[in-house]
């Protein structure tokens, strides 16, 4: 036997059903939440249909709810963006769907992180951090926050001197 284990297992496993876990009606990790995220994503049919633009704020729309979490749909043009903020006691977890959009985090002295279609963030509760549509093109993207946002508390820009030539005031 050419093996690096002693561990092999016969049979159908999926017949020995007190070793599987029962399957989750909602997400309840960071994993699953990821994963909802992912699936929403690419179902365009659930989504592209209710994507609006606003010229004088970011748009948003609730896509679904379940058990302690929110999904929501927001639409981006050139230059909008969040300001530095929080998620309060929320989790989440950002996905690009369409566009670009830049990340500036607080505790990396907001060195910019250019997030692709397709890119995903996960942040936990306390993770200060802003989001703009940088680029020349509209943005959409995916928001899930476990639990449901409550609270969204905006801070003051803390730059270090060498990074405050950086951004603009």
Do not use: K
């Not at 093996?3 to 007190?18: E, F, K, N, T």
Request: proline share 8%; glycine share 8%; charged share 20%.
């Amino acid at each position: 036997m050419n093996s690096d284990s002693d561990l092999q297992i016969a049979g159908d496993i999926l017949s020995v059903r007190h070793l599987l876990q029962p399957p989750r009606e909602h997400p309840a990790t960071v994993a699953d939440f990821v994963g909802l995220s992912r699936a929403v994503a690419a179902d365009r049919g659930q989504w592209a249909h209710l994507v609006e633009y606003d010229a004088t704020s970011r748009w948003y729309h609730r896509l679904r709810t379940g058990p302690g979490y929110e999904v929501w749909l927001l639409s981006w043009l050139p230059g909008q963006g969040t300001g530095l903020h929080d998620h309060g006691p929320s989790s989440g977890v950002l996905t690009v769907l369409e566009g670009r959009l830049t990340e500036r985090s607080e505790r990396s002295e907001r060195a910019a992180r250019e997030l692709a279609p397709g890119a995903h963030r996960v942040f936990a509760p306390g993770y200060v951090h802003e989001v703009v549509n940088d680029a020349l093109e509209p943005a959409v993207s995916l928001h899930v926050y476990h639990p449901g946002l409550t609270e969204m508390p905006m801070h003051a820009a803390r730059c270090a001197p060498a990074a405050r030539d950086a951004v603009p005031a």
